[in-house]
């Protein structure tokens, strides 16, 4: 006997509609760039959007629900020209690195474009530090990163949905101590990056280029390819 408590799951008719509109979502899904060139400088983001897009990130999933997940979101100028200071420090053997041996033209475009970001960080209107509320250590670092990492992609696509743009960076992490004193952060808070956030310029980024799923996926057996038929 069927209780009339419990979901009537035999009884829904199935749809063969997919529930969201595919192809604008994968387009989402697809073009959320890390935008540094085209960050526009010169517009003001409002607080209200930018909680708008924690509050859909902070649906992702955790490990156990524990929700570790803190966000620190930095609007002051001053705080902005530290934060930036200590991130232009930390990326300085990067980019030193970088332009002693620049690689191929798309390495050396990445490199270009971190460098800009090195460049103007301190006058993009919003700094997010994501944050997890927890010492991570060896043995749980990936339950904490995990737990934080999916709500920070949903905030970069929130962002990408309404007009603006991030990158998710770590260049300032080498000089954590110093950002968790500027900031106030508490010991045991880990600090995971930081996330400048602005409006971009146009709205038209095409695909990230990627290797095919087909040339890094395979079935039931390590190594064995998946059949083109199944690779749409
Ligand atoms: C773990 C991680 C660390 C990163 N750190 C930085 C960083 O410190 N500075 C920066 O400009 N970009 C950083 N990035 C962004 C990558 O350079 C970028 O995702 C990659 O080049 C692919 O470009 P796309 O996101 O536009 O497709 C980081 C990305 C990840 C996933």
Redesign the pocket.
Known sequence: MTSTTEPQEDIVPRSTEPPFDTAEIDRLLTTT??V?RRLDLSRPVALDVVMECLQTAVHAPSASNTQLWRWLVVTDEGLRHELARLYRAG?QD?LRANAENPGDESSQR?YR??QH?VDVLDQVPVLVVPCIAAEVDQRNAPALYGSVFPALWSFMLALRARGLGS?????HLAHAKEAAALLDIPPGITQV?LVPVAYTVGTDFGP?RRRPATEVTYLDRWGAPVPPAATG
């Open positions: 760039r890390s540094r990326g990067y990445v474009s971190a970001l990158t998710y960076t770590t260049f990056g990230a």
